[in-house]
Nanobody, 115 residues
Framework: QVQLVESGGGLVQAGGSLRLSCAASVSILSINTLGWYRQAPGKQRESVAN???????NYADSVKGRFTISRDNAKSMVYLQMNNLQFEDTAVYYC?????????WGQGTQVTVSS
């Protein structure tokens, strides 16, 4: 029911920045929580950041101070601004939406940080 499409991934040098975007097919005002997850090769998928409908944010300890999650209700978009990227940030990044008791996932976008 909810479709999510990520964009903005790419190749960047350590210390650089990227902004990921996620477009939702429904008004994000109908979504309880929007978040970003990532999965590196050989590792479990982990939560990076999330934001609630009223704007409460949470971040993984590994990205605090470097990443910022935000949303644009009018555009039905959620963003992840990533600064001071490190090699360890290399992963496929997924957008997630929680709506009621349902969870929806995007296809993912690759972020590669050169070292």
């Amino acid at each position: 029911q909810v479709q999510l499409v990520e964009s903005g991934g790419g190749l960047v040098q350590a210390g650089g920045s990227l902004r990921l975007s996620c477009a939702a097919s429904v008004s994000i005002l109908s979504i309880n929580t929007l978040g970003w997850y990532r999965q590196a090769p050989g590792k479990q998928r982990e939560s990076v950041a999330n934001i609630t409908r009223i704007g409460i944010t949470n971040y993984a300890d590994s990205v605090k101070g470097r990443f910022t999650i935000s949303r644009d209700n009018a555009k039905s978009m959620v963003y992840l601004q990533m600064n001071n990227l490190q090699f360890e940030d290399t992963a496929v990044y997924y957008c997630q939406a929680q709506r009621g008791s349902m969870y929806y996932w995007g296809q993912g976008t690759q972020v590669t940080v050169s070292s």
